[in-house]
């Protein structure tokens, strides 16, 4: 059995073979392994979580698109109203960031701490570990306005500032893995859950068994936050937007409204970092590696898409396949003999930029993906790709660019559905 399956079998997410190898690799200079072959023989529980390790690699920042926050602030001050209290869940939480940033926010409105619990979870142990900690350095403090640092934080060393201990004792950090949760015991237990940018890393089989995890932990009145990209995954299996103003909400399809009705109209988007096959056009994208961008420009007009006939459509169908079974070679030539056949398929140019991100290729991945919006201005998922990679090289420019023009899209399908 290959790394990158004992990989996916173990967390769910889709790694590319270079990314499993080149895990491996690292792993067997530390232990000693000189045959690839031998070290997966012998794999351990505990040498699965030290692999695990290197293919993960958490991305966050506090305060991370704060509207997300603010919504929940809205709804825990409406049920503590009422007497009841708030339980909210952040899956993955990387180094603690996302559920850090929930707890500020409620203190800074007043919000009493019994009307509220957090657990956080996350597959990396070392990521669990750095949470519970609490100390982080100037990455961690990306957003605009950082004077929350002054308000909950202490200066330890050099650009490093730990957060109090009131809040640190808000939060339950805990390790594990969405996929494995128990859903029996915490079935409809949370009234928030965070979820954001971990569906991007999973194929679409792994993503339904994900949503309906989310779905079984979710109240039925609750309110799940997502990443922007992940949004239409969560529409087709059994979810329905909140209209809140940049937040990305949810509630399960057939629940009642999960928070006060100010509606607002739908957001603008959010990120993480990298992987799975190309998505079909309704579902939700891939989100990059490593990654760099240019300033956005929008070239005018843009061909007309042609219509593609079914036995040539057959040939993405097939790249698709490949790529998610690591063949990115092979995938990238069917997409080449699709372009040979219809050079104005933007569906291929958006094929040809998910296999060579995969591929860790990520300048070739953004010329593919402006590609595909030159011939197809309101392809999403491109869009969504270009936003992720413009927001991890710091463009806000081009980020907030990409963004709207996604959100834009985005709302005129939910107004044609």
Known sequence: MTAQVLLRRATGLSVSDA?????????????GFTDSAAYLQALTPTEMTQLIELVVVPESWLFRDPQAFYATVELVQERWARGRATRILS?????????????????????P???????AYDLSPGCIERAQAGVYGRNAFRAQDVAFRERYFTHVADDAYRIIDALREQVTFRQGNLLQFDTATYSRHYDVVFCRNLLIYFDK???????????????????????????????????????????????????????PAQAAPLPVLRTLRSVPPAP???????????????????????????????????????????????????????????????????????????????????????????????????????????????ERNGNHTATATLKARAARIYQRRQASN
């Not at 899956?91 to 919000?111: F, H, N, Q, T, W």
């Not at 949004?231 to 937007?241: I, K, L, M, W």
């Open 205 to 259: 089989p792994t993503t339904r068994a994900a949503i309906h995890k989310l779905s079984a932990l979710l109240a039925d009145d609750g309110m799940l936050l997502a990443g922007y990209a992940e949004v239409p995954s969560f529409c087709q299996n059994g979810f329905a937007t909140l209209q809140f103003r940049q937040a990305f909400a949810l509630k399960k399809e057939t629940a009642a409204p999960a928070s």
């Open 113 to 119: 701490k019994q009307a509220f619990s957090i657990d």
């Open 19 to 31: 990314v499993a190898e080149r895990a491996v690799g690292q792993r067997m200079e530390q232990t």
């Open 280 to 390: 079909k056009r309704a579902t939700a994208p891939i989100a990059p590696a490593t990654l760099r961008t240019r300033p956005v420009s929008v070239p005018s007009p843009p061909p007309v898409p042609v219509p593609v006939p079914a036995a040539q459509a057959d040939l993405l169908a097939e790249a698709r396949l490949l790529a998610d079974r690591g063949q990115l070679r092979e995938a990238g030539e069917k997409c080449h003999a699709h372009l040979a056949r219809v050079p104005e398929a933007a569906e291929a140019y958006f094929m040809l930029g998910i296999i060579n991100e995969l591929a860790g290729k990520m300048d070739l991945a953004d010329d593919y993906w402006r590609r595909c919006i030159y011939l197809q201005p309101d392809h999403y998922e491109a869009l969504c790709h270009l936003a992720l990679l413009a």
């Open 91 to 111: 899956i993955p939480c990387a180094g603690g960031e996302e559920p850090y940033s929930m707890a500020m926010a409620l203190r800074d409105k007043g919000v």
